[in-house]
């Protein structure tokens, strides 16, 4: 089993602390990031919370703010930082790809961060889903995107994504809640999406402690429990790449 989850971090302006109890708690196996420092000191600042947290660097983007973060007990096999297509006025997107290993099975994590206006959302999915696709078929992986869709489930995008992979916390029995704003969530914004050959264990909001929700981040974070069930598909498999660390 794989415990993933997404957590947007606000550029670590938040209390620092509480951050890390939050990470903690979640207890992920893959951490995908969003709105990571992209400003100088930023290196530290991304090596200090993976020291914190007990975890490792396993890919990033500068560019976007992204960044995949693994935990004991995994075996990075490739990590890369990828930016997305610019448009112009708005702010740089990128992924952050890492391929994990555990027990023999492979799992193609991708973080991303999707953007506020509609057109450059739908864009950037359709840049996505080949590049996480094609990872996961070259060294013989499950695909599981998460992030910060910056859309609720009736919009284009989540339903793009969602009929294609499993939305793991609509499939979770009785699972529900919002993520953003922490205080008072009204909107799901922020999801993970895995394969239809995993299985979804469990996935949930996290809500606890309400002291640490509110005072780590402006998002509360998703931690999904996955299981592989069918294999996944499998092309030839490049050597383990170099992972890039922005």
Known sequence: MLRVATYNVRSLRDDRAALVRMIKALRPDV????????????????????ALTGMTIAAGCRAGGVAVFAGPG??????????????????????????????????????????????ARLRHAAEI????????????????LAGDVNEEPDGPVWR???????????????ATGGTFPSPRPRARIDGIFADRGLRVVSCA??????HDVVRA?????????????????????PPAGRTIVP
């Open 31 to 50: 951490l995908c990031l969003q709105e990571m420092p992209r400003l100088p000191g930023r290196r530290r600042a991304w090596r200090e919370l993976a």
């Open 74 to 119: 995994l075996r990075v096999v490739h990590g890369l930082g990828r930016p997305l297509r610019r448009f112009t006025g708005l702010e740089r997107r990128a992924i952050a790809l890492a391929v994990v290993e555990r027990s023999g099975a492979r799992y193609a994590a991708c973080s991303f961060h999707l953007d506020l206006v509609g057109e």
């Open 129 to 144: 889903v080949p590049a996480v696709e094609g990872a996961a078929r070259a060294f013989g992986a499950h695909a599981v």
């Open 160 to 174: 793009y994504l969602a009929g294609r992979y499993t939305d793991c916390l609509a499939a979770a029995a009785g």
């Open 205 to 210: 909001v996290a809500a606890e402690p309400i």
């Open 217 to 237: 981040s402006d998002h509360r974070p998703v931690v999904a429990v996955l299981t592989p069930g069918a294999a996944p598909p499998v092309g030839r498999m």
